[in-house]
Structures are given as structure tokens and as C-alpha cells.
């Protein structure tokens, strides 16, 4: 146990030192410290994100989303793209140096891999739109499209392809590299997915706000016109009671006249039954 304590106390203090007239494994020693500061980076740099999403319209945050991808990931080119009524939407941030050539070109196969992730044949080209700031690292020359890539699914409600978060980085992408990717893309899908139930919730309530209105407002005009027929009714009612003798054919006015308002009384019901339902559907 005293052994392994001090083996770890010498990987600490190799990490701080030089390698130059180090103990033999110090090189290899580096590297784990190396290797276990960059694991710190990256949990540091998915909190960041994920405390951004949560603070923001996730939609929005794309130019920051992606940026904090590029502080530990040397990038090209980074993209979120999303699919919206068969069109792929794409929002790109490019290293110094990187063509526009190359930008289209990673544009184009972001959208064949969203597509084949989304199980369609083809999505059409939306719009692209292009940040002005670079990404934080910078990246080596490279011919385009020969860069390494990772195309990862963004997910709604777990089960639905609405967009994608594509990379092609400066170096080759590790299991490392995509572990992180993939935990960066889980936390941008929960993000999206949070804010397309706030919107389905906005709409809701908008609608039946409209609906209640509209209850309101059909309610104030039935009784309006209601209130005419209605008030026929009870006058010719009350006369007839008032005056049980009255004449045959006065008699026979004030059935009409009741008649009449009840007919219409009966429309305004009809009418209401079947052209102002629509409120309840």
C-alpha cells in the first residue's frame, strides 16, 4: 500500500517537472497525467455545457455549444444540424485557416450521415449558417474531406432523429474523443427535447386560452340572441294566463307569436349544436 501511495505521488510530481533527466517511465508517466488532466478538462468543459443549455434557449446556444466541443478537442470543423420538415438546418464554427470549400464539403456529408441516421432517403439543403468566431484550437492544414469525422444522433424523446452534432477533427478521433462527443450530444438532445415540450406547453396553453375565449365570446352572443324569442315566450305565456277568455282569434295571434319564438329559439340551439361545436374540438 506504501508503495502504490508513493507511486502516485511520483506520477503527480513528474507531471510537474521535466522530462529531460527523469527516471526511467517518466515519459509514460507523463502521458497518464496528461491523459487524466485532459479527462478533467473534458468533465469540466460538459458541465459548462450543460449549465449553458440550461440557461438558454438551447437552439440558440449552438455558437457556445460548439465552442466549448473545440477548448479539448483540436476541430476543423464542428456542426449542429437539424431536420425540420425534411430540410437539414445547419449551424457551422470552423478552425483558422479552414476553406469555405471545405465548410461545404463537411456540409453535404453531415447531411447524408443525418439522413442515414434518420432512416429517409434524402434531406434537403436548408440554410447554413456559418460563425464568425473560429474555434478555440487551432487546427493543422489538411486537404479537404480527408480529416477524421463523428456523426452523432441528437435524439427527441429518446427515439426520434431530429438533428445531428457532426465533427471532423484535426487529428484521429479516439475511443476518448467519442465518449466525449457522445456524452456532449446526450446533453444537447436533452436540452432540444426540453425545449420542444416548453413550446408544445406554450402552444397548449395558448390554444386553450383561445379556446376559453372563444367559449366566452359564443356564450355572450347565444344568450344575446337568445334573450329576444325567450322574452316572446314568457309575454305571450303571461297574457294567456292573465286573460283566459280572450277571444278565438286573439287567442290564435298569441300561439303564433309563441310559436314563432320557439321555432327560432329551437334554430338558435340547432345552430349552436352544430357550427359552434368547433370550440370543443
Known amino acids: 500500500m506504501k508503495q502504490k501511495r508513493r507511486r502516485q505521488l511520483e506520477l503527480g510530481l513528474v507531471a510537474q517537472g521535466s522530462v529531460r533527466g527523469a527516471a526511467p517511465g517518466a ?3 507523463r502521458r497518464a497525467a496528461d491523459r487524466l488532466d485532459l479527462g478533467y478538462a473534458r468533465l469540466r468543459q ?21 465552442r ?4 479539448t478537442m483540436p476541430l476543423r470543423v464542428a456542426m449542429l444540424i437539424e431536420v425540420s420538415a425534411g430540410s437539414a438546418h445547419t449551424f457551422a464554427l470552423r478552425a483558422q485557416a479552414v476553406p469555405d470549400a471545405e465548410v461545404d464539403l ?9 439522413a442515414r441516421l434518420a432512416g429517409v432517403t434524402q434531406l434537403a439543403q436548408g440554410r447554413l449558417e456559418l460563425g464568425a468566431e473560429p474555434l478555440p484550437l487551432p487546427a493543422k492544414s489538411g486537404a479537404p474531406g480527408r480529416s477524421p469525422f463523428a456523426a452523432l444522433p ?16 484535426a487529428r ?23 425545449h420542444v415540450a416548453w413550446q408544445r406547453e406554450v402552444r397548449l396553453r395558448q390554444r386553450a386560452e383561445a ?23 314568457l309575454i305571450g305565456i303571461q297574457t294567456l294566463r292573465r286573460w283566459p277568455q280572450l277571444e278565438a282569434a286573439k287567442v290564435r295571434g298569441h300561439l303564433d307569436t309563441l310559436h314563432r319564438a320557439a321555432e327560432r329559439a329551437s334554430k338558435l340551439v340547432h345552430d349552436l349544436l352544430t357550427r359552434g361545436s368547433w370550440w370543443t374540438t
Request: hydrophobic share 50%; with cysteine; aromatic share 4%.
Open 211 to 233: 379556446l376559453d375565449r372563444a367559449q366566452k365570446d359564443l356564450v355572450a352572443v347565444v344568450s344575446h340572441d337568445l334573450r329576444n324569442p325567450l322574452g316572446a315566450l
Open 154 to 169: 441528437l435524439l427527441l424523446d429518446r427515439r426520434e432523429v431530429s438533428g445531428a452534432l457532426y465533427v471532423r477533427g
Open 172 to 194: 484521429a478521433l479516439g475511443e476518448a474523443d467519442l465518449a466525449f462527443l457522445s456524452a456532449a450530444a446526450d446533453q444537447i438532445s436533452l436540452a432540444w427535447d426540453g
Open 68 to 71: 466549448c466541443l473545440g477548448h
Open 27 to 29: 515519459g509514460r508517466d
Open 106 to 114: 463537411a456540409a453535404a456529408h453531415a447531411r447524408s450521415c443525418l
Open 46 to 66: 460538459l458541465y459548462e455545457l450543460g449549465a449553458l443549455l440550461g440557461s438558454t434557449d438551447a437552439k440558440a446556444a449552438a455558437p457556445q455549444a460548439l
